[in-house]
């Protein structure tokens, strides 16, 4: 089984261009095609002698977390902007929740905006804490490393440079994270509550 690259039915986003989606679509699909062929590479090492590749299939399967991560982080990215920009819903589980964990829905997003301006390469990124019943909002570096193991990726935003530096130098993250905000389709996140 080979993972395919999905498909976005993107509209015109507003202070994101076409361009800057264009250039992180290719991104997306380097994620794809190289979680397939490390995958591949573990199959072809095992199958030749996996006692003997074992430090090479170890080292493959370190990476192979980076790639997939980076490939269903970017499904969960772009997918947020089908449909279009569209408000939350007031009376809806998501406004519920943060309204409940960070005092109000307007709280919460200047929390995430604060979240997202944080030095360096990552992803800001709300999760949903069913066991704890909460949300937390965190900064996630790498793909592979800092995910909250086992919750629910509600919202996630890229803010790696390549997500914005077609359209914006790293001083104007901040003009990136409003644009971001501004083109979510809250439906969309919305429908990631369990």
């Known amino acids: 089984m080979e993972y395919e690259v999905k498909k976005f039915d ?14 992180h679509l290719g991104l997306y699909a380097g994620y ?13 090492l095992s199958a ?6 074992a430090y090479a299939i170890a080292e493959i399967r370190r990476r192979l977390g980076f ?17 279009g920009a569209k408000d939350a819903s007031d009376d ?9 964990k960070y005092g109000s829905w307007d709280d919460f997003i200047t929390h995430f905006k604060s ?22 909002t965190a900064w996630v570096t790498d793909h592979e490393l800092g995910q909250l193991g086992s919750l629910p990726v509600i919202l996630a935003m890229d803010m790696w440079e ?4 077609v359209d914006y130098v790293p ?11 501004k083109n979510v389709n809250w439906s969309v996140v919305e429908g990631r509550m369990v």
């Open 48 to 53: 030749l002698d996996a006692e003997k590749y």
């Open 92 to 100: 809806s589980a998501l406004v519920a929740a943060v309204s409940e």
């Open 115 to 136: 979240v997202g301006m944080s030095r360096g390469i990552g992803w800001t990124i709300l999760y949903q804490d069913p066991i704890g019943g909460t949300m937390h």
């Open 162 to 165: 390549h997500a914005f530096m």
């Open 32 to 44: 794809v095609k190289h979680t397939n062929v490390l995958r591949e590479q573990i199959a072809e």
């Open 171 to 181: 001083a104007e993250k901040k003009n990136y994270v409003e644009a971001f905000l």
């Open 67 to 83: 790639e997939f991560n980076g490939m269903r982080m970017h499904e969960l990215y772009f997918s947020q902007f089908e449909g």
């Open 10 to 23: 993107l509209p015109e986003l507003d202070g994101i261009s076409a361009k800057q989606v264009e250039v």
